[in-house]
């Protein structure tokens, strides 16, 4: 029998290429403790992201590519993830202590569903393997409480404050610091230091994604947003109808010139899925978002449809991708998630990385 030696395991696995990084997972170092034991082979991959869409195939062909090395008898493949953090470095920007990646989830108009996809895609994330924060940038219409059933006060640890947590997600947001009714009335100064309060002053702890949900438009806080901390990029949320895709154009080319780069554009409410008799009605046309998304060569992240439960979810605190995991929106927005870490991976590559910053 042949001697199996760990260089012709090497040079099998070089076969095995990243779809999305185009170059075999040897040369991306995602090859860890090769270990052999007679014809026992044992491996590791180490991936960039836990929610990485393509984890299981490059599995399998890693294990098929080894147990063809003559004297391979037996493959054991384990796959874990080391998330890499996105620089995007500017005057005065500076890493968020605990935060590897920064990512804004924007609209160009209100009443898109923006935050039901970011507190999905926040969950989703979490679900897959990640650590995530959500931070409610949206400082006059801080509904992520609400939409998490959380009722709590922010506490501090005697130096910096303590997230609150629920379903996995570390999260902050101003409907913890006022009551039920009470308007936020401020000026850009008096926001521009409280999403610097919000980032700087909470312990977040070993975070892969912190997921901000921005206001909608192209104000005052996607600019403190830019000038201070590095963002990975955007993700954008539209839906189907024409003054959407209009607005949607603005907040992508805004972010452009912030210097923050869009990871992708989802279309909310794609269409009408009937909860009863799985019909489906095109109620604000289909495919503008992803039309729009070719035209500004950006990805398309996915299509979610209009459903009652995600709604009803929202309002329940429990968001459709934990009460309805096998639903059409839900897995939609899964698939999102996937796409966005996997668009956040290419560009971590593609860009210098920083280093995690310890608290």
Avoid at 7 to 12: F, H, Y
Avoid at 31 to 48: F, Q
Avoid at 96 to 106: E, L, M, S
Avoid at 227 to 232: E, I, K, M, R, S
């Amino acid at each position: 029998m042949s001697e199996v030696t760990k260089d012709a395991v090497l040079d099998a696995l070089r076969a095995v290429k990243d779809p999305d990084l185009h170059k075999d997972i040897v040369s991306l170092d995602f090859v860890k403790n090769v270990d052999i034991k007679g014809g026992a082979v044992a491996l590791v991959i180490e991936l960039t992201t836990p929610a990485c869409p393509v984890k299981d195939l490059l599995r399998d062909q890693a294990r098929s590519v080894v147990a063809a090395i003559p004297g391979v008898l037996s493959v054991a493949v384990e796959m874990t993830a080391q998330v890499r953090a996105v620089s995007n470095p500017g005057p005065g920007r500076s890493p968020v202590d605990g935060v590897k990646n920064i990512i804004a989830v924007g609209a160009g108009k209100g009443g898109v569903g923006k935050t039901t996809m970011a507190v999905n895609l926040a969950v989703a994330l979490a679900r897959l393997g990640s650590r995530v924060a959500l931070l409610d940038g949206d400082m006059y219409g801080p509904n992520i409480p609400i939409m998490l059933g959380l009722r709590t006060q922010l506490e501090t640890d005697g130096k910096k404050i303590v997230p609150a947590e629920r379903y996995g997600l570390q999260v902050v947001s101003m409907g913890f610091l006022t009551q039920d009714d009470a308007p936020v009335i401020w000026r850009g100064p008096m926001l521009h230091g409280a999403i610097q309060q919000f980032f700087r002053d909470v312990n977040w702890t070993n975070i892969d994604y912190l997921l901000v949900d921005m206001p909608p438009g192209t104000g005052d806080v996607a600019l403190s947003l830019s000038q201070t901390v590095p963002v990975a990029g955007a993700v954008v949320v539209t839906t189907p109808q024409l003054v959407s895709l209009a607005d949607t154009r603005r907040a992508i080319a805004m972010y452009r010139k912030l210097n923050i780069p869009p990871l992708g554009l989802i279309e909310n409410m794609s269409y009408y899925a009937c909860a009863g008799c799985g019909q489906e009605a095109d109620l604000f046309g289909r495919g503008g978002g992803e039309a729009l998304a070719k035209e500004l060569d950006i990805a398309f992240l996915g299509g979610v449809p209009l459903y009652a439960p995600v709604r009803e979810g929202g309002d329940a605190g429990v968001p459709i991708v934990l009460g309805e995991p096998d639903s059409a929106p839900a897995r939609a927005i899964v698939a999102a998630a996937e796409r966005v870490a996997q668009q956040v991976s290419i560009s971590a590559r593609a860009r210098k990385a920083i280093p995690l910053v310890q608290v």
